[in-house]
């Protein structure tokens, strides 16, 4: 079963967000624009810019702003600058040509230093949702994006929950996860009807907050 496909992250996003039970695990979300970039890194100090439409970290870049220094990271490779302005002529140059969304920069748990998330797989069989994997995601070494295919490594979800965080909120984050999924699902198909699959990427911050990065309706 494959069903609808829906590229644009935006549009997935803005949906989740009227949804007061959701909107709390959505990192703030917005158009790339520079002053939208400029005012977000004064806010959160580190920001993920992404491709609206695109998967597996492609065009994927972290920027960040640390005691006036402006950093950008595309895959192993920091570009430094002491002004915004330098920065965005070069990062601009370094994206590829599409529109982009900027999204408010998460520190995740790690295992040995590495950042980990999660994808939740669902999918419609018969009329009824089911999950078909729950699994962790760790980063590469010296990498931020933990997709497979950038040399990122699969584990159990329940392995990576023990792994990265303290015991007693491991069965309770594994619960969270799932109930936000079943609740995105029932949003995500009321709007957008004759989806067969969906691909919840979640990332759980150093304090044990889940968050939702994006959804997928073609996850690998």
Known sequence: ??????????????????????????????????????????????????????????????????????????????HIYRSYNLMIKALNKVKVNRPYIIQQGIHLSTIGGRPLDYRVKVVKENGVWETRAVVGRLARPGLFVTNLCKGGTMLQGRTALQQSLPKHMVQKKRTEMRNLTRICTGLLENKFPGLGQLGFDYGIDRKGRVWIFEVNTRPQ
Not at 16 to 29: C, E, G, K, V
Not at 58 to 67: D, N, T
């Open 1 to 78: 079963m494959t069903g609808r496909q829906l590229a644009n992250k935006w549009l997935k996003t803005e949906v989740l967000l009227q949804d007061s039970r959701i909107a709390a695990h959505i990192p703030q979300t917005k158009m790339y624009t520079a002053a939208n970039l400029e005012k977000m890194l004064q806010r959160f100090g580190m920001v993920v810019i992404k491709p609206i439409r695109g998967g597996g970290g492609y065009g994927v870049i972290r920027v960040k702003l640390s005691a006036g220094i402006y950093t950008f990271t595309n895959l192993q490779k920091n």
